[in-house]
């Protein structure tokens, strides 16, 4: 849908599932934005502007590379979103004790993201492989200051789920509305960490 009005690049993240490089980037310095920043200098766009899309810690990256960046970003729809406020790391100890009982610990893991949403057994058999085979990040991710979220001026989207596990829904909402005003904010009620379905939403919020 969205390639009928825009090129769309759908880029892996080096070092988390996908074929891209095996090397786990750390969120602690600037190198997330700048394997951002050349990924679209080879794809082209050096000194242009682009809409972004990004999803958990794709939103991550969406939003350092803003930040460094404003006037190469014109939007960006951001499907829960870390960087905004501190996640909720608990959970991530809790998975990774979960996956110690195999198959059953990660169904219950896959059930505690994916909240509110109907796992078919393909997605179901999916999130498995990806738990027996992948480590989840434990590294923190930095929260963006003040100063820093004052530099998103751009037009923002934002969806976030009331039952996220991973992140603090009520925190991210209240920053983003006191610290980026223009940000167009939907709050969903009994959703947890997987946003699915809101591709003529944001396809809407693009075009607009």
């Given amino acids: 849908e969205w390639s009928s009005r825009f090129r769309v690049i759908a880029a ?3 070092g988390e599932p996908g074929l891209s490089s095996e090397m786990r980037i750390s969120p602690a310095g600037d190198a997330f934005e700048r394997w951002f920043e050349s990924l679209l200098d080879e794809l082209g ?3 242009r502007a682009v809409s972004i899309v990004g999803q958990s810690l794709g939103s991550f990256v969406a939003l350092r590379f803003a930040v460094r960046n404003p006037d190469r970003v014109k939007k960006i729809s951001l499907l829960t979103t870390p960087a905004v406020a501190p996640a909720k790391y608990s959970f ?3 998975a990774m004790f979960l996956q110690l009982f195999g198959k059953k610990g990660s169904d219950k893991i896959n059930k505690m993201v994916a909240y509110g949403v109907k796992m078919d057994q393909w ?3 999916f999130g498995n492989l990806l738990s027996k085979h992948t480590m989840p ?3 923190p991710i930095p929260v963006l200051t003040d100063e820093q979220m004052g530099r998103l001026t751009m037009p923002l989207q934002l969806f976030a789920g009331d039952h996220d ?3 603090r829904t009520p925190e991210t909402v209240d920053r983003l509305r006191r610290l980026t005003p223009q940000t167009e ?3 969903l009620s009994g959703v947890g960490h997987v946003v699915i379905g809101k591709t003529s939403e944001i396809m809407e919020f693009m075009t607009r």
């Fill in 45 to 47: 766009y050096k000194g």
């Fill in 165 to 167: 596990v991973l992140l």
């Fill in 123 to 125: 997605s179901a058999a």
């Fill in 185 to 187: 904010i939907n709050l």
């Fill in 137 to 139: 990040m434990t590294e």
């Fill in 12 to 14: 892996d993240i080096p």
């Fill in 92 to 94: 991530l100890f809790k």
